[in-house]
Structure formats: C-alpha cells, structure tokens
C-alpha cells in the first residue's frame, strides 16, 4: 500500500497476537470505508458499511460448519483492519472510488457504484463542426453539456437537435466533405448535403452553432422564432411545413421543461455540497469545481453561520490540480447525485460568477435549514403514522 492509501486509510487495528471477538469489539460502530489486509499488507477485500464494528466482525466470523456458504473464509487470513469514517453515503463512494482505482487498477470501475454520466460534446477546432455523445467529460478538447443519465437519453437529444436544426444525421459522412454520400435526408429536403459539397460547410457551421447555443441556453428564443414562422407557414397553406414545425416545437417545449434545468455548460459546473451527517445534527462539506472534488468539514447545525463563510473563503479560491480521468470520474459520481437536487438527501447550491463566501454561505444555510425542516416534517409525519398503527 503506497502513501496516499494510507492517508486515506488513517486509522488500523492490528488483529495479530489478539484474541480476535476482543479485539473486534474494540472497533468504533461508525459508518467508513475499510480494507482487510494480511500479514504482508496485502489488500484482501475493500468495502463500505454503516457500521464499521458489525461489518468487519460478521466477515471474519467463522462460518457455521453445518451450513453450506460460498463466502471465502478470511478470519485465518486476515491480519488487520484500515479503516475511515465517513461523513455520509457520497462521502463514502468518493473515497471507496479513490482507493479501488489504486488498489484495483484493472478493473477499478467494475467495483464502484456509480456508471458513466453523458453529455454534449462540441470540439470547434476540428475541421467540420460537429455535436456528439460522450462520457468522456474534461478528457477531450472542446465543451460539454450535460449531463443525461443514460447514453441513450444523450443521443436522444441530439437526434433532436439534428432535427430542429436540419443537421446530417450521418455525421461521418459530413467529415467526409467534399467526398461523403448524401442521404435521403438531402432527397427530402431535409439537409442541403454538405456532405457531397452541394452546399458549403460554412452555413452547416452556423446551424450547429446555433444547435449547441440551443443545448446552453435553452430553447425560449428558438421557440419564439419557430412559432412565428409555423403560423406564417400555415398563413401561406405550407401545411406540411406547418406541421413538421409543430412537432418541432413540441420536442423543444420538451427540453425547456424537463431537460434544461437538469443540465449545465461545464463553465457552470461549480457546485457546494452539503449532506446531511450519518447520525449526527451536522452537514457534510464538498466542494466540486470543473472535475475537481474537496471534502470540507462536517459542521455541526449550530456552528454552521460561524464556520461555513470561513472554510468556503479558503477553499473558494485554493487552486485543486487534479488528472483529467480522476476528474472525469468525479464528475460521473457529481451527476449521479446532482440529478436528486431538490430531494431530501443532500443541498446542492450552484456558485455564481463572482460570488464572495459570505453570499455563498448564506445561500448555502438557506438551503439546509429548509432541508432540515422537511426532514423534520417527514419525520413527524412517520412518527404519526407508527403511532396510530400501534393504537
């Protein structure tokens, strides 16, 4: 085990020359992150639980002879404990990601709990214009926008775009021009064919770059052009045209409602986290900029207007250099959660462009206490419901 896994893993209990049950029982019941190792250091199983004493003695328990069990027998192999608490369930994915992709480089990502998130991508250096799908946020040259939680939901929306912006729906023939195919797209009139140079790239172009400012900023100003020209399509009796255009601004009035306030540039992709503390009255601290994640302290709710200004004023403007695949994944595990904003299990508060700590924090508390009180109002109305079942 190198430096930075025993950082991550700062606290051991060595199992050697102990009894072990009394040497397990001395284990806090605290949520964490742990790994078994021998004698030779060896990594042997690396997990998560709730309850770090109850997990680790159930594991190394001696399995009932009687009792047919596939699980692999450790107690005899095992010789200590590392372990870190964790604040909360995101906290322990975040760290349990950090340590698989040192102690498993191979199959690290078959061993985590979150998958891919998907986006945008647009890259204007390239020769021809061009939006796609991708997982590979911060890893490729250009920008991003997203994310959508499936790939299939990504290319979804492109193909949507393609649609409301007559954009080749066979790109690779596109980047082909002059020398590509066209295809029944160009019959219909539907493309002007950039791709066998029947038209010229540069309007194409400016199609895409009209789709991509569609995907950052939102649909409200293409509707408003697109309704204008359907009702003066139905004025002149282009039914057809009048009714492709329809179905288009049905699909945008679509992503107006349920896919723009889900998804962000990366420009925007600056975000404070606050979770709410595995038992405890106290709000765990994250900082995600651009990829790059900070886990600040766990403050408790009393101490929140003393303590939150100070640490976010520090770690606002401490410059975090992360690898670009490090911040990929981090941003795949951000996405995850980022799509449970407004739920009751964490407070997600988007930093604006110059915004000082103090506005930052109060927005931030703002939105805790409002987590709280429905945590609390959710609470009290189960306890409700227990009590008449009880009567």
Known sequence: MNAANLALLAES????????????????????????????KTPIQLATTQHLRRAVTSRLSRPDASTPSKRAELSGIVASVRWRPVTCVFEAAWVYYRLARELHPTDYLDR?????????????????????VT????????????????????????????????????????????????????????????????AP????????????KLAVDGPDAWLLDADARMRAAAAAQQYERAALLKKQIEFARKWAVATAPGV??????QFVLAFPVTRRRAWAMFLFRFGGLEAGPAIANR??????????????TRTLVEADEIRMHQTWLFSRWLARRGSDACVFV???????????AGRVQVEARALDERRAKDASSTNGVVAEQAE
């Open 13 to 40: 209990l060595d199992l050697g020359g102990v009894a072990m049950p009394e040497a397990l029982a001395s284990l806090p019941g605290v949520p964490a992150v742990y790994l078994l190792v021998d004698a030779e």
């Open 350 to 360: 988007q930093i604006q462009p110059g915004e000082d700590a103090a506005s930052l």
């Open 201 to 212: 790239l540069v309007p194409y172009t400016d199609r895409v770059r009209q789709a991509w």
């Open 112 to 132: 985590i709990a979150f998958g891919p998130a998907w986006f945008l991508h647009a890259d204007w250096s390239r020769p021809v214009a061009e939006i796609r």
């Open 135 to 198: 997982d590979r946020i911060w890893r490729t040259p250009g920008e991003f926008v997203g994310p959508w939680p499936t790939q299939r939901a990504a290319q979804q929306a492109l193909e949507g775009l393609w649609d409301l912006f007559d954009l080749c729906r066979e790109p690779e023939q596109v980047r082909r021009a002059p020398a590509g195919q066209r295809c029944a797209y160009a019959d219909m009139g539907r493309c002007d064919a950039p791709c066998d140079g029947t």
């Open 303 to 316: 101490r929140l207007t003393q303590e939150l200004e100070p640490w976010l004023r520090t770690a606002t």
């Open 264 to 269: 962000l540039h990366d420009s925007a992709m």
